[in-house]
């Protein structure tokens, strides 16, 4: 490097070093352990990262989508997309989602991606950190990962200290405590957002709280054209602002300096408020039921989720009061409305991303911008009763991924290997700044080492979109206390919505899932088990056991086979599979 270079990599390097040391020994000594050396090799790579003027850095779009399940079109042009054949059976209502389907027939489509956890905050926090929840300890919506796990870096703060400027426009974190507001590891965190350590800007849309008549508390709403126009909806002002930062980066006098650009809406997740021209698109008459709104046979009763979030909302709470618990299905003209409103909400989610990625082709980065598109975790309308995420269902792990790389994937590809949410940060710091992320450890260092990933870089399906990449796909969810195991419904922090989980103040019930193939067949296979507040998981100690024949039995399968004599030798091969977790760090330390 020339001199100049060196002078202010070094400059770089101490001043990140001086800034953010002081913060993490304390966070450390909090934690029980001061790792300084291991802080300030961690500070240093980070920092180097992308300050080779040799390098050629490439901009980010990064597309985040709340509770969008794999259900979209099928009508783009030379989509590869499932459509959705593939969810909902003989009948089911297609997706009106144009700008996705064109955007998928260019960029390489994961078919088998998987979340970590399917609730927003923990999903989110995975992702955004590349680590398990056994090690970043977010199990809930409401603590911040900085508090409870390690003071990890994240992805925008990697690409904002790679010399990139951050904008967070939207849902990226979950908001609040769970993102730092009020959090002493997180100066300026009004909102949460993560907003000291990962961005330069951030966005949020003024109309959030929607709609603008708080009485109507119900689980969807229909907006007509005058409300839109005096009430925008927030998703639209998102948009909106994601448009303007693209013609404004556009127009620097200055273009040496890549971009990191978050954009998150907020729809489809509930309540479903969107546009009348949105809900004209999905006639009631049109909309199918699921083919079966009752638990799988042999379900143990430790894996239903009641529902709490979709029973908060007025229009439902007066027909279930708190909860919706096993074989008690809505009336099937709500079953028929809240499945209207979450395709409307998609198809409203999809004009307003369709919008960000025009703004993007109309710009001179078109070709220099990878751009990812992802959902934080799937989402259930009622097949086998279940609504919203919260399980270790497959309709709730299984999350939308799509790749955009200009120049590789233009005419579109797709790959059925197994994939995480994990997987993301070392993807795009290889893509995008020629950078390894190096593995964590296996050993409780991973919670004091500020940057590693416990996922893998994708990079390599690019080459060969067929090749084998993973063994299994892992997922968890937290249940209840130990002591509370016996009652007929569960705790859930996501009730309460300002409780952090029992995980984190006693042993707990949790399960750990997988997707795998063997034998030419693919099964989904979990345990639910004592989780101890030291960490440690005592398998031995069982509260259920599942095992789905996917490959017989289809997406949603009606029977749990795991007691099935038939599936014994199957049981314990998966047995020992899930135990050992996944390759490398297994669950975590």
Not at 81 to 86: A, F, T, V
Not at 564 to 569: N, Q
């Given at each position: 490097l020339p001199s100049s270079s060196l002078f202010l990599l070094f400059v770089a390097v101490i001043t990140r070093i001086t800034v953010i040391l002081?913060?993490?020994l304390v966070y450390n000594l909090e934690m029980g352990v001061a790792l300084a050396l291991a802080v300030v090799l961690t500070i240093t790579t980070s920092s180097v990262v992308g300050t080779d003027e040799n390098r050629v850095r490439k901009n980010v779009l990064f597309i985040a989508i709340d509770d969008f399940r794999y259900q979209f079109g099928v009508d783009g042009p030379g989509v590869v997309?499932?459509?959705?054949?593939?969810q909902e059976g003989t009948g089911c209502t297609s997706m009106v989602t144009p700008n996705i389907d064109k955007f998928a027939a260019k960029s390489?489509?994961?078919?088998?991606?998987?979340?970590?956890?399917?609730?927003c905050s923990p999903t989110r926090t995975s992702l955004l950190t590349s680590r398990r929840p056994d090690v970043?300890?977010?199990?809930?919506?409401?603590?911040?990962?900085?508090?409870?796990?390690?003071n990890f870096t994240t992805i925008p703060q990697l690409f904002r200290e790679s010399g990139y400027l951050s904008y967070g426009i939207g849902k990226i974190f979950h908001p609040g405590t769970a993102s730092g507001a009020n959090s002493t590891h997180c100066k300026n965190c009004t909102n949460g957002d993560d907003m000291e350590w990962s961005w330069d800007t951030y966005y949020h849309a003024p109309n959030l709280d929607y709609p603008p008549n708080p009485d109507f508390t119900n689980s969807w709403f229909i907006v007509n054209k005058t409300t839109e126009k005096d009430y925008p909806l927030p998703d639209t002002q998102l948009a909106d602002y994601a448009v303007q930062t693209i013609e404004s980066l556009s127009k620097r006098a200055d273009q040496s300096q890549p971009f990191f650009l978050a954009y998150g809406g907020h729809r489809p997740h509930l309540p479903f408020n969107a546009p009348e021209?949105?809900?004209?698109?999905?006639?009631?008459?049109?909309?199918?039921?699921?083919?079966?709104?009752?638990?799988p046979l042999n379900m143990p009763h430790v894996a239903w989720y009641f529902n709490y979030e979709l029973a908060t909302y007025k229009d439902i709470r007066s027909i279930v009061n708190d909860t919706i618990g096993p074989n008690k299905t809505l009336p099937e003209m709500v079953v028929k409305q809240l499945r209207r409103g979450y395709y409307a909400s998609?198809?409203?989610?999809d004009e307003q991303v369709g919008r960000v990625l025009d703004a993007l082709e109309a710009s001179p980065y078109v070709n220099d911008t990878i751009v990812i598109f992802?959902?934080?975790?799937?989402?259930?309308?009622?097949?086998?009763?279940?609504?919203?995420?919260q399980t270790n269902f497959e309709l709730a792990t299984h999350a939308p991924l799509m790749l955009h790389v200009p120049g590789v994937t233009d005419h579109g590809m797709e790959t059925f290997a197994y994939t995480e949410h994990i997987d993301i940060m070392p993807t795009l710091t290889e893509l995008a700044i020629q950078y390894q992320v190096p593995q964590c450890p296996s050993s409780h260092a991973n919670n004091n080492t500020l940057l590693c990933t416990m996922g893998k870089s994708l990079v390599p399906l690019l080459s060969n979109s067929s090749a084998e990449f993973l063994p299994a796909a892992f997922s968890q969810y937290p249940r209840m206390k130990i002591s509370d195991s016996s009652l007929s419904t569960t705790y859930e922090p996501e009730l309460g919505k300002s409780f952090p989980s029992v995980c984190l103040r006693s042993n707990c019930v949790m399960g750990y899932t997988m997707i795998t193939t063997l034998d030419g067949n693919e099964y989904r296979y979990t345990e639910w088990i004592e989780h101890e507040l030291n960490g440690m998981r005592n398998f031995t100690n069982s509260f259920g056991t599942e095992l789905y024949d996917m490959t017989r039995d289809g997406t949603w399968p009606d029977v749990n086979v795991a007691?099935?004599?038939?599936?014994?030798?199957?049981?314990?091969?998966?047995?020992?599979?899930?135990?050992n977790g996944p390759e490398n760090q297994g669950w975590g330390p």
């Open positions: 002081s913060l993490s997309g499932p459509g959705c054949g593939l390489l489509l994961f078919h088998k991606n998987y979340v970590q956890q399917a609730v970043s300890r977010v199990w809930d919506v409401v603590s911040y990962f900085r508090d409870v796990g390690g021209d949105k809900y004209d698109l999905y006639p009631l008459d049109n909309i199918s039921l699921p083919s079966s709104q009752v638990p998609v198809s409203h989610m992802w959902g934080d975790h799937g989402w259930q309308l009622g097949e086998h009763g279940e609504w919203c995420k007691n099935d004599e038939t599936y014994a030798d199957i049981v314990k091969t998966l047995s020992i599979m899930l135990r």
